[in-house]
């Protein structure tokens, strides 16, 4: 769906939004997105590099490209010291400016193959509206939707619906305070790709306004801004103005003003549309399987056409730096966390930008990145210990909303626990700034960044074009160079070998010392505001810390554990016990003699990628009740606890620089890994698996950990209104089985380490029924030879298993339940159809079409018709075990004035669908997405992972594999069979609705 960049998006530090700080080292301990953290600082990935030639004659690609490698090597040897160079543009970028001022950016790019990326980038966005346009600026990013010069109303998206475009997928566009982007991917052949570049025109200045589509569009802005309210912004609304006081960007948040929304007249919004859209404010990029010449001459032709517009340059606003120290301490009735914010900024001329332009700039990021990154990895020490003083915690450097430079501490954990955190926090601070790093931690940050950039490089001729197209346009945006991924890791590489603990040094004394430009926020339940500290008495802590600082012992240097092999017993290579090979699709198939099955298919889809997938039939249906609260937590305690001689700390340096990933889990019908790993790495990823599987720690010391952090999460959640309708829900739909409830507080003292061995070694203990599916950029003769020495070797009893049958179906019948709860201006709705289901690979087809053509049919009229949602999810599922089963359920939250007309609404839009299905243009929209899905999707190895995991897991032939056998599906589909479908699924013999109205 169409989408207003969040007030905090994913973290950027380096772009200026400083509070999300936090919440990227929260999500990356959890989730281990080191290297995601690294390229978003650096800035690398997604965030672009623009062009600042003024020329209108292009940079084309030439002989030099040829022998650019040589020519970098030698330029950076001798301008590393010029620290205002320019870095370098991607030379096979073709770019250029028209007479009008409008810039365009083309590449070539062959993934996907017969597809072109395009993107409308405009430098403006809700800090160039006036008083009477809060919110304007997006408002005119949703207009541009419904109805331009060559397509009225809805035509647009009626349009590039029938030619396969998916809404939300290949269509979108965002709006921020600086920029405003269109992002459309369409195919490459002439009809096509001139009619994508048409609707770029269009955008560019051809936007309608009709009347009628300006006021429904009201509704579905509305439900946007309403999307967003809840607890978390409510507390925002509290303390943002204590951090941004009369700053530009606090009185111009792009969701706007609704009051502006609601009433604006038409030719207010035209006002902000005629003076900002303009062609000295645009870029076209286009990326993707296309001649660079032709659609330059094919953009020359249309954009340049284009009338110049005289007009202001967007105006720069910067945010002042006060200097008066500050704290607040918010509450809200409906918060489930305590987190504590400190931020220092510095008044100073010198700004961060959002991306560097320079060498000199760079470097400087590159050593922020090395300092926020060790930092951050001494926490997981504090956070691995057997009573965590917190759940999640980050450091570092960043900068705020007007790019200045800031330091900042985030701490999310109990409220009795949150002064002693920030106290550690501090502390670390204080003893970085004393002591400095360790040489071993700085080596390792380094191959960690190194890591990261070459997995690019490497993978530079197979990345998606969605992905150049975005940097491009982000690109012109912030006027920044573009090196490609390879220029990228030699530069980076240059300045690593150089970058030693003096340059760290130099950093860390810059923290901030200015005591009054500091902002102290504590957040929490309005319950527990009597529990949370004084503020008065965090800043005398903070202070007394830091006059102690030198009295503060060094960090001591890492063990060598990390160094250590994976695994040191020998295991000797067993045999393989069959094998078979199904050309027509490029799969391998071999057994080991314990039983294992290894299913293989390299692809050249991705450079220095391969995936992996197992199962193994069984799951925690074999677990009794009384260990399965173990069992719900297995999987991630399995992880926590590491394996070996490796334990969560020592695994994460052990995996230092490295791309390689395993996760074990237990499900209810089975058990397995998943995984991933680059060429190089699959004999890390198959030890791993030997390792999970053989040599688990349960320790007591991470279970205990775990749970300390678990219970700060549940603590406060349980008695929130969304989570109390998560529950209800649950018990709703399944009666009050503990196997389908949410996490509760009284279940974590339960949980242990002899438990978990058990249940281990009951569904490890015996693989002999595994089956692994390899997809990627792999030798299979390396495959067999490491398969036959780790996976040869996995514990193997000959048992015959299957999934045992719990009876946990859905509560059969009509139930309606509607419940209170929340003090947003918001209803939430939820149905779910529900029954048997013949599984067939024709029924699986019909039902999926069925579910894909009424998805689009309710967005038309709940949305467009009826301005009544944002979004709405609309899914169809089908479980195939322990019996075939299938689910549809359907979700959304709108206003509380309109909530019972608009459910009515929906199961008229159902109903109606059951009597007449779907008419030729919907019918025409689901056969061309499909075609175009299932050609887009056999370029990716997730496709083949999953289809093969599947069909192999189930024993259904590959013949579903074949490309005309599915397009013969296609073909054949027609609205008789999507309508019979509708009428089998929907029936309301089984159907739950469920409701939460706000207080």
Request: hydrophobic residues 35%; neutral net charge; aromatic residues 10%.
């Amino acid at each position: 769906m169409r989408k207003i960049v969040p007030l905090f998006p994913n973290p950027r530090p380096l772009k200026g939004s400083t509070f999300v700080i936090s919440l990227m080292f929260y999500l990356f301990w959890i989730k281990k997105e080191f290297a995601k953290l690294i390229e978003n600082v650096l800035p690398f990935r997604g965030r672009g590099f623009g062009n600042n030639s003024n020329s209108w004659r292009c940079n084309a690609k030439n002989k030099a490209y040829y022998f650019f490698p040589f020519l970098l090597t030698f330029l950076i040897s001798n301008s590393l010291s010029a620290q205002s160079t320019p870095l370098p543009n991607d030379p096979s970028v073709r770019s250029g400016r028209l007479p009008n001022g409008l810039q365009y950016f083309i590449k070539t790019n062959a993934k996907p193959e017969k597809y072109v990326e395009l993107r409308l980038a405009i430098k403006t966005g809700s800090l160039q509206e006036n008083k009477h346009q809060l919110g304007l600026a997006h408002f005119v990013e949703h207009m541009a939707f419904n109805g331009t010069r060559h397509f009225p109303k809805n035509e647009l998206i009626n349009y590039l619906e029938s030619s396969g475009v998916r809404f939300g997928a290949d269509l979108n566009a965002y709006t921020s305070f600086e920029e405003t982007v269109y992002q459309l991917q369409v195919r490459n052949d002439t009809a096509h790709l001139h009619k994508g570049l048409l609707v770029l025109e269009d955008w560019a200045s051809g936007i309608s306004f009709d009347p009628k589509e300006v006021e429904k569009e009201r509704g579905v802005v509305l439900s946007e801004w309403r999307n967003r309210q809840g607890p978390n912004q409510r507390l925002e609304d509290q303390y943002l103005p204590l951090l941004y006081g009369g700053s530009r960007r606090l009185q111009r948040l792009p969701i706007g003003d609704t009051a502006v929304i609601k009433h604006a007249s038409i030719e207010t919004i035209k006002a902000y549309y005629q003076k900002w859209y303009r062609p000295d404010l645009m870029a076209i990029v286009a990326v993707g399987d296309v001649d660079p010449l032709a659609m330059e001459q094919e953009i020359i032709r249309r954009f340049g056409k284009i009338p110049s517009v005289k007009g202001p340059k967007p105006k720069v606003y910067s945010n002042t730096v006060n200097t008066r120290r500050r704290g607040m301490v918010c509450t809200d009735p409906e918060v489930a966390f305590c987190q504590a914010f400190l931020y220092i900024r510095q008044a100073t001329k010198e700004k961060i930008k959002p991306a560097p332009s320079t060498y000199g700039e760079l470097r400087e990021n590159l050593c922020r990145n090395l300092y926020n990154s060790i930092l951050n990895r001494r926490l997981i020490r504090l956070q691995q210990q057997a009573d965590p003083p917190f759940t999640f915690a980050g450091l570092g450097y960043g900068s705020d909303w007007g790019q200045n430079p800031l330091f900042s501490l985030s701490v999310f954990t109990s409220e009795a626990k949150l002064k002693t955190a920030i106290a550690l926090l501090w502390q670390e601070v204080q003893k970085v700034q004393h002591h400095n790093f360790t040489s071993g931690e700085l080596q390792r940050q380094k191959q960690e960044i190194l890591n990261v950039l070459q997995n690019q490089a490497q993978a530079q001729e197979t990345t998606n074009s969605a992905n150049w197209a975005n940097q491009l346009s982000e690109a012109f945006v912030l006027g920044v160079p573009y090196p490609t991924p390879q220029q990228r890791y030699q530069i980076t590489q240059q300045f690593l070998a150089d970058i030693d603990l003096d340059d760290l040094a130099g950093l860390i004394r810059g923290v901030p010392k200015d005591k009054n430009a500091r902002v102290l926020i504590l957040t929490g339940p309005e319950k527990t505001r009597t529990q949370l500290p004084v503020l008065s008495e965090m800043w005398h802590m903070l202070d007394s810390i830091e006059a102690a600082a030198p009295s503060i012992p060094a960090a001591l240097e890492a063990t060598n554990v990390a160094d250590l092999p994976w695994v040191d017993e020998p295991l000797l290579a067993q045999p393989i016990l069959s094998e078979k090979t199904q050309p027509e699709f490029g799969v391998h198939e071999f057994t080991l003699t314990n039983g294992i099955r290894i299913v293989a298919k390299p692809t050249p889809f991705r450079k220095d990628q391969i995936l992996m997938m197992s199962s193994s039939p069984g799951g925690n249906s074999w677990v009794p009740d009384s260990l399965y609260v173990n069992a719900a937590y297995f999987a991630d305690l399995m992880q926590q606890g590491g394996m070996g001689k490796f334990d969560f700390v020592h695994y994460q340096e052990k995996l230092t620089g490295k791309s390689v990933n395993v996760t074990p889990y237990l499900s209810e019908l089975e058990e397995g890994f998943s995984g991933s790993c680059r060429s190089t790495e699959l004999e890390d990823l198959l030890a791993l698996v030997y390792l999970y599987a053989t040599q688990p720690r349960f320790d007591t010391n991470s279970i205990a950990s775990f749970r300390q952090r678990q219970e700060n999460v549940l603590r406060n959640m349980l008695s929130t209104p969304y989570y109390q309708f998560a529950e209800l829900k649950q018990r709703v739909k399944y009666g009050a089985t503990p196997r389908r409830g949410l996490n509760r507080l009284e279940d974590l003292p339960i949980l242990n380490s002899q438990s978990l061995h058990r249940i281990h070694q009951d569904r490890f203990g015996d693989l002999n029924d595994l089956l692994l599916v390899f997809v990627g950029d792999f030798e299979l003769d390396q495959l067999k030879t490491l398969s036959q020495r780790y996976l040869g070797n996995l514990p193997a009893q000959d048992r015959k298993e299957s999934w045992k049958d719990l009876g946990l179906n859905l509560s059969p019948g009509q139930i309606d339940s509607t419940s209170r709860g929340g003090i947003a201006p918001k209803t939430l709705v939820e149905y779910t159809w529900h029954g048997s289901f013949e599984n067939t690979s024709l029924e699986r087809y019909h039902f999926s079409s069925m579910v894909s053509a009424l998805q689009i049919r309710l967005r038309e009229v709940l949305r467009e018709q009826e301005s009544g949602i944002y979004s709405l999810s609309f899914d169809g599922n089908v479980e195939y075990h322990p019996r075939p089963v299938y689910r549809i359920t359907l979700g959304f939250n709108t206003d509380p004035e309109r909530d019972e007309e608009l459910m009515q609404k929906a199961i008229q839009v159902i109903a109606d669908f059951c009597a007449t299905g779907p008419d030729a243009a919907l019918l025409e929209k689901i056969k061309s997405t499909q075609g175009q899905n299932r050609q887009k999707a056999e370029q990716e190895n997730s496709f083949w992972l999953a289809q093969l995991h599947q069909r192999y897991k189930e024993g259904w032939n590959l013949d579903g594999l074949r490309t005309e056998k599915y397009l013969e599906l296609v073909e054949g589909l027609n609205a008789a069979v999507i309508q019979a479908a509708a009428q089998r699924y929907f029936d309301d013999k089984h159907r739950i609705k469920l409701v939460l109205k706000p207080k």
